[in-house]
């Protein structure tokens, strides 16, 4: 049996569908332009809301550690400038940014200038106590900033939130102690 090669020529016109084809691509090609236009706008936006937001929490942080240094040099007078210099140079290796040494003296400060003798001693003893907290979180396992909440919740009264820590303090010792009895 001989192999025959048939041309059949049916007179389609596709010039239809090429037409469609062609008008498909360029309505693709705009929609694709609009997108991505669009997503530009948005992320534009996005980011402009971003810088807005980073300013905005800068500015909040900076003016917390603004009010955290004023307390500093309120409760500690002519030592505020020595607990600022221990800052600058040990905060670091108590795991902690400035800010946040900042933070934590203005409180232990505020806390211990009640029943201190002095500025001095305010300063020596919150930098004891920012130390002790250090130390303490490290061998817990826990953030200096739990532990350092513990303890200032210990300063207020709450034994329990020390003996989490492993510190243990009876009430009796307590309220023999002067800054009890202040």
């Not at 059949?8 to 239809?16: K, Q």
């Not at 243990?168 to 202040?182: D, H, I, P, W």
Request: glycine letters at 8%; aromatic letters at 8%; proline letters at 0%.
């Amino acid at each position: 049996m001989a192999k025959s090669n048939f041309i059949v020529r049916g007179g389609a016109d596709f010039s239809g569908v090429y037409k469609g084809f062609n008008t498909l691509q360029k309505r693709m090609s705009i929609f694709q332009s609009t997108i991505n236009k669009t997503l530009k706008g948005i992320g534009f936006t996005l980011s402009t809301l971003a810088i807005g937001k980073l300013i905005k929490d800068s500015t909040k942080a900076a003016m917390g550690v603004e009010s955290a240094m004023d307390n500093i040099s309120r409760n500690m007078g002519n030592a505020a400038k020595a607990f600022q210099s221990w800052v600058d140079t040990q905060s670091k290796a108590l795991g902690m940014a400035k800010a946040d040494a900042y933070t934590y003296g203005s409180t232990f400060s505020n806390l211990l200038s009640s029943f201190t003798s002095g500025a001095e001693d305010t300063a020596q003893k919150t930098q004891e106590l920012m130390k002790a907290a250090a130390i303490i979180a490290s061998k817990t396992g826990r953030t200096y900033e739990d532990t350092a909440n513990r303890i200032r919740s210990g300063l207020l009264g709450s034994t329990e939130a020390v003996k989490d820590l492993g510190v243990y303090v009876q009430v009796s010792m307590l309220e023999s102690t002067e800054a009890f009895k202040k």
